[in-house]
């Protein structure tokens, strides 16, 4: 029993003699800088993060250029059709061609059936193959870039509305170009198209037509073999 009583009394005296300072605390508390001593850091705003001096990337410029001139199409479009007229105009409202990163160029036009027309009255040819998977329909904005090395590559901006209508394949004999019959209207169809849904004369054919205003083509979406 003596020697667990002196055990525990070196216990508490070793246990004492790691008790912490408490002047040595106080004193670190009290050396410490109130809150107005301490120095203040600048915080950003969004002035500095978008200054006016700070003009953007050339590219980036042109993306959002185009980017808002594609809005404003459709936006037009669909003021067009509150006020009672076809959604898709005869031709581009506003004719666009700038210079991109490379030396691209960037030309917007409005899809007839076959080819994108600029305002300008200019065609470009559209691949058929490109136009009937896509299922380009009359008065669809379109833009083209012309790459430096002279490729065309072609991009939907502004689908027109669109109203899906039942016909009859025919193939004019002495043309050989095909059309559907739809009521007493004909509307032309790519041939492409024909070719890769192998339809033939007599059969059930599905179009896309501008949903407002006359147009001489379709787009065909499906053909049912008779």
Sequence with gaps: MD??????????????????????????????????????????????????????????????????????????ALLRLLDGGSPAPSRAPDYHETAAAGGERVIEGVFNGEKMVGPDGQEYHVPPNYASKSKLVEGDIMKLTITSSGSFIYKQIGPAARARVIGILEQNPDTRRWFAAVGSRRYKVLTASVSFYQGKSGDQIVLLVPENGASDWGAVENIIGN
């Design 3 to 76: 020697a667990l009583a002196t055990l525990l009394q070196d216990k508490e005296e070793q246990f004492k003699g790691h008790q912490p300072d408490s002047k040595r605390t106080d004193r670190a508390v009290a050396a410490a800088p109130p809150d107005s001593d301490l120095p203040s850091l600048p915080v950003a705003g969004l002035s500095d993060l978008f200054a006016d001096d700070m003009p953007a990337a050339p590219p980036q410029q042109e993306a959002i250029r185009r980017g808002l001139y594609a809005l404003k199409d459709q936006i037009d």
